[in-house]
């Protein structure tokens, strides 16, 4: 009996590793963001019905798992406070360096507010370039103000 | 006598409140971007001496002040481990969400590596949108791979 | 010279004690919830000029701290991660306690999502009861969905 | 053989969710509040026989299971002190934010004391709102005073 | 000017030792026990204006440091999570050692709840013993039942 | 085979609740306090041969377990430096809110020194109360003055 | 089935151990450096369909784990932030006590940038030495820029 | 009056950045590596009393400080466990990335024991390379063995 | 199949209990100290193939487990950074309260330098003595200055 | 006016430095151990009236400071829970790494019990070697039983 949603993850990257399976065609059958479908198979997003059985499909998982996609999950995808993989604490260290400076210009534009994580999208692309690759991440969360009451 | 960068910062703070001064103005005095030069202000960047002294004479600073704006900082600008302030806690809610999102999908498309958050940068736009107006970001950073050796 | 909003609140807090002034009669005189000024004055929200102004003589601030009110501040109120104070403490111990209980609820009434802590706001009264007069708080906070992209 | 609540919880999940029992269903069965039963069987709260017994049977639990439901638990839901699911870092927000609001304005109002988390009680509902629907919760807990000895 | 009630503790424990004051003549001079009025002299109780004030003199203390004992403190007596003095340690390791005890052997005799840390009392007394005096202290505290709703 | 004392707690805790063995009744079993007897069962204490055997009887024990019992265990009863749970955080409040007050009036009565967590012990009653019930608990530490060398 | 690459690494030192296999020899069979291979079977770094077979062979492991050999891994070796072994604690105790003085020196030579850990190899040989033989270790990692922009 | 050895960096890094002195350039004067110069001057190591005076000669500090330099500090250069500056993290990344294979390489050539911090140097050189030039750092420390007793 | 060695350490505590062996037994039966004998056991030290034999024999112990005990382990016996037993915290205590002294006191015998923990033997001994009898230990540690370079 | 019993330390500490006073001198002049005085100087231990008056001519401390070493200080001389110097780490580590042994050893000699820290000494030595010399200390702890109550 599964009795957590982690338990789920680990079965879908058991799936993936052992089949060969790309995120990116994960994200074709259910027709959204590589972004998205990816957050969700690791335990971060919800899934609705249609979509959990389609990815239950693809890593060939059990009826229960299917239904555990579709509960809100605890989320939070990392170990430790501070990540210890060099990719992931890059992340981690571009918020500790430009932390203030996103405040300030945020504030500085906008007024007092947060930019939201939850009516929020990413988009992650390859840029060619001639002195190396770059990552390109477009990140858009919609502005919403502190108010008075 | 100043004796670490952090007075500077908190000169520049000061200074800034009081004098009403733009983060943008200061960009453009010193002819950069307004995420490198806000966080340069900051302390967490290097001024060669040109951009030192304009910004030393846009704050009023002490030449010692304008001396310690072109040295090395030690970086890092948050107070805790996991930030408190909800702007930036966003930020690092993103992190811890979609961190294991984002290692799988540039690993995906690059292989084992990193984005780098040196050969770094950042643009902070208004989207008007309709619905309530969005924080655009992008972040580049240059794909840096683990090689063999 | 102020450099830090920590300064003007320590600054009011000083006031306030020596001065014997309450809370409820600071949110009379800007018009608004005794919530939203009392955290306003505590470091916690931006004022806009005029509050600044009237919070200023109120509290007999000099000028840079008025018009340290009037930026988003770094917030945060606590010492430390898990609070030792026994009335705030009690809070954190509602929140470690039914944390999972309001997580389910929510999600159940609404799908998955966040009750935003922005779009926020929060009614104190006291309530005669014969057992002892009771607390109570009346938290509203606008319903965020997670959406697909 | 079972040897903690953790296990009994872990049971009640798994059956939850396969079964797609809802958390209002089981309230009503043992005719108390949603928020109460929620986190007793979420391992926060005690049973007596008679809702032990109705809450095995519901979920389909071991003789075993059913005792420790009526047994004190070891309290706290959450696996790390700050919370790292959104929905619930919201609430951890609010306490670190207006923390020291709300400690002002209890003590303005009723004296140096605490708001009890114990003789306590939690109401959420739904609100409608053309802005989009709120959540609001009615948090009521009895003042309990410092005395001198 | 006093910014916090951190700078009287310190202005009492300066004056108790350069003047030589003990805890128990100050407890007899406001007519409490000697326990809670060093825990008020402390920065964790609050003072009435009659109390306050013969604090005030005992200690030689500012018009705005009697203001400051006549409010709620942020409570917490401790420099770190646990205690690094060995006397203090020692209750701390108490509470360690025994916590699943004193858990265990409360709800056996009265049910799920909590002794109170507010409705509270404690006393502290030498007893004389052959074989070197002991430490007693008699802690009594209200029992508050977790109720359903 | 059993590796370690927390194997024979969690037999211990899982007999308990099935059979619904009251402490007090395992205490008189073995002719001890409660409390002390308590301890032992939660892997706190190290019995003597036949107070294992006759607790390995109670609890329906292998033989193996009842070995380990006459074993000095690695002590500590809580998951977190700070507990969650309600009960057992009050007494760690009391320690935190009281710490420095203990503290003074230790050392006013005996010089310097500790109460010793070791020569100890602790007794746990019911005083019936019109306001409500209090739980009166008495601690005895002999006290172990540091002395010079 | 394997969930993660601990498991193969697991797997890995349990072969190397009951086989005695050495680290040098595992990576002449690939025809890397002895740090690099090491790194790689202890779940630190990514190996090609080549390498993985090789590694599979030589320590015994079934398909599944060669197919996670080829999978990025989740990096960071140690189980605690502060390493406890003290082959390992003396590194640690290196960067803390010459952290700021790496810092000032590459700064001095380089201006602002780091030394990659990305681009970046290690190698560690013996020192033959009458006073007792040396661990001689070269790092050598690419010098990145902060550039503005 | 100078009261611990981090006042004399303070005065030595003010005095280093307004007069714009060299490491290399103190290094020559007291005729040492530039590496243990460095790290002696931000109050890691020990000076003699010939080496302190012409210290104290180039930074211009009073003759107290100049008798801090000559005892030995408490060591440590780094304000949180987990350096946040980049620069410095990537050598903790390092140690975490490569700790168990650094571990285990030295075990493999050496069998168990450490290479000393203390019997320890360090040279740190550029290296030039079309690609972008090197930092090559040199560690050198003795090996020391666990023996048996 | 073994893993780690925390299953060798493990099945010899098992072994140790279900039997009733002594420590000081099987360090005569290795022909070494009890200290450094009982540090092996524990995971702490590597044997030699003769005297991992002899453990094996002793404790019953499978040929792997044999192998394990003749690789260096990763060291550290406590579960946490503060130990919570008491026995080994008073030595905690010890280090945190004499830290300095300690310090200090080698330093003016010796100079700069440390006493080692890996050149380093320990000495535990009953002292009978008519006020209760005492645990006499000696540390002994080679001195390793701290050289310039 | 001193307000608590760091600032005595660090005068002791001032003056010592700028005179040039050893510990040994010290202790010589109140006639005790070296260990003890330089725990008491360094606000470990509590001096009696005359030890203090001695200790405050020494180190020319004012009359203020002399009545502070004559009361008990709060104990614990290190600012992190994990030492970063590393003579004090080495300590650290041996606790470490030989906590179970000594606790193992301890038992199988004593019983369950602690070596105390209070009615503990200790005696720090040079011990002459021709392979490099030798710290020997001595810690002598009275034994502690738990018994049964």
Not at 57 to 85: C, H, M, N, R
Not at 105 to 117: K, N, R, T, V, Y
Request: charged share 20%; with cysteine.
């Amino acid at each position: 009996m599964i009795s957590n949603r982690e338990e789920v993850t680990a079965a879908i990257m058991a799936a993936k590793v052992s089949k060969g399976i790309k995120w990116s065609d994960v994200a074709a059958a259910i027709g959204l963001s590589k972004e998205w479908t990816t957050a969700a198979c690791l335990g971060q997003m919800t899934l609705d019905k249609q979509q959990a059985e389609v990815i239950g499909e693809i890593f060939g998982l059990p009826d229960e798992a299917v239904a555990w996609l579709q509960i809100a999950p605890y989320k939070g995808s990392l170990p430790t406070a501070v990540p210890t993989d060099p990719l992931i604490y890059r992340w981690y260290e571009v918020v500790n360096v430009y932390g203030n400076t996103i405040k300030e210009l945020i504030h500085e534009e906008f007024g007092d507010g947060i930019m939201s994580a939850i009516d929020f999208s990413m988009d992650i692309q390859r840029e060619a370039n001639p002195n190396g690759d770059r990552v390109n991440v477009v990140l858009s969360g919609k502005f919403l103000p502190y108010k008075t009451y």
